[in-house]
């Protein structure tokens, strides 16, 4: 049974760092794009940042860019999102998702959803 858990989540300033983790087990975690989204109150789920499965190409949400890395280890299933000078607006519940494709960054190519860490930034 596949199941991916997320990590990482919490409080901080704005300004700070949060590292986001999620591991996935019951898939054979090299043969699938990664990605991570999120929803925030009252919003729909929207693309962050997505890696292929070798981790030759990425791609990041334009709010996020230059602020947000994604990495993956494949010898530990596990996919990252590092998280720096995060503001309000990153405020929302972020999800890992995997996509049994080379590389993905639309919502509907992944089939495969964790439970969400929620990540709040005051000012």
């Known amino acids: 049974q596949v199941h991916m858990a997320e990590s990482g989540g919490g409080a901080v300033q704005a300004g700070g760092s949060l590292r986001l983790s999620c591991v996935a087990s019951g898939l054979t975690f090299s043969s699938y794009a990664m990605g991570w989204f999120r929803q925030a109150p009252g919003r729909e789920r929207e693309f962050v940042a997505a890696i292929s499965w070798s981790s030759g190409n990425t791609d990041l949400a334009a709010s996020v860019r230059g602020r947000f890395t994604i990495s993956r280890d494949n010898a530990k299933n596990t996919v990252y999102l590092q998280m720096n000078s995060l503001r309000p607006e990153d405020t929302a519940v972020y999800y890992c998702?995997?996509?049994?494709?080379?590389?993905?960054?639309?919502?509907?190519?992944?089939?495969?959803w964790g439970q969400g860490t929620q990540v709040t930034v005051s000012s």
């Open positions: 998702a995997a996509a049994r494709v080379s590389f993905a960054f639309n919502r509907r190519a992944f089939d495969t």
